[in-house]
């Protein structure tokens, strides 16, 4: 087993920049995901390994990883950025994958 | 790239349920695809992933043993066998297409889930 911890909650102020650690074991030595999920919507990629955007997403997101812990910055943070992050990696001595336990970004 | 998911429902403790994943604009064949749950209220939880072309299949801890994931590459769609169900099974199902084949990459596309329900 893998374990990844994540602030239950970040809050920050429009237009400030919010950032969600992700603490694991040599976390760094690993990929790390990240994933925005809206209320009652699925998730949504948003960083994959480690700094990498996918298509059409705001540059205001940007991921490190480094090590014990990964970390997604959102820059200039609207009102629309309000959701549960979770970051995932995949453990290659069991096969497995894990997610972090999440965190709600409130904006005030 | 879509992803729909069915066969949720209610369901007593102990007993099965086989949930489907069937998937358009890709050939699941060539990705791995992965069942995330999601407990009431609660965060994220891997669940199992296939790698179809490559005969495996892998599962986390809580369902080991209890849960078979299969394929039918001819219906292009994916099942989740979930045996002797217990209540804290209970959650959203989704079905996640993940980026290639490595066992390392990420969930690029999701469907919108399927809720199982276990109580008496």
């Known amino acids: 087993s893998y374990v990844l911890t994540q602030p239950p909650s970040v809050s920050v102020a429009p237009g400030e920049t919010a950032r969600i650690p992700c603490g694991g074991y040599?976390?760094?030595?690993?990929?790390v995901h990240w994933y925005q999920q809206r209320p009652r919507q699925a998730p949504v990629l948003v960083i994959y390994?480690?700094?990498n955007r996918p298509a059409g997403l705001p540059d205001r997101f940007s991921g490190s990883n480094s090590g014990n812990t990964a970390t997604l910055t959102i820059s200039r943070v609207e009102a629309g950025d309000e959701a549960d992050y979770y970051c995932q990696v995949w453990d290659i001595s069991s096969d497995q994958k894990f997610f972090g336990g999440g965190t709600q970004l409130t904006v005030l | 790239v879509q992803l729909v998911e069915s066969g949720g429902g209610l369901v007593q403790p102990g007993r099965s349920l086989r949930l489907s994943c069937a998937a358009s604009?890709?050939?699941?064949?060539?990705?791995?695809i992965n069942w995330v749950r999601q407990a009431p209220g609660k965060g994220l939880e891997w669940v199992s992933s296939m790698t179809w072309s490559r005969g495996k299949t892998y599962y986390a801890d809580s369902v080991q043993g209890r849960f078979t994931m299969s394929g039918d590459i001819a219906k292009n769609s994916v099942y989740l066998q979930m045996d002797t169900l217990r209540p804290e099974d209970t959650a959203l199902y989704y079905c996640?297409?993940?980026?290639?084949?490595?066992?390392?990459?990420?969930?690029?596309?999701w469907g919108q889930g399927t809720l199982v329900t276990v109580s008496s």
């Open positions: 996640a297409k993940s980026r290639s084949l490595a066992g390392s990459s990420p969930f690029d596309y």
């Open positions: 040599n976390i760094g030595t690993k990929s």
């Open positions: 390994e480690d700094t």
């Open positions: 604009g890709f050939t699941f064949d060539e990705y791995v």
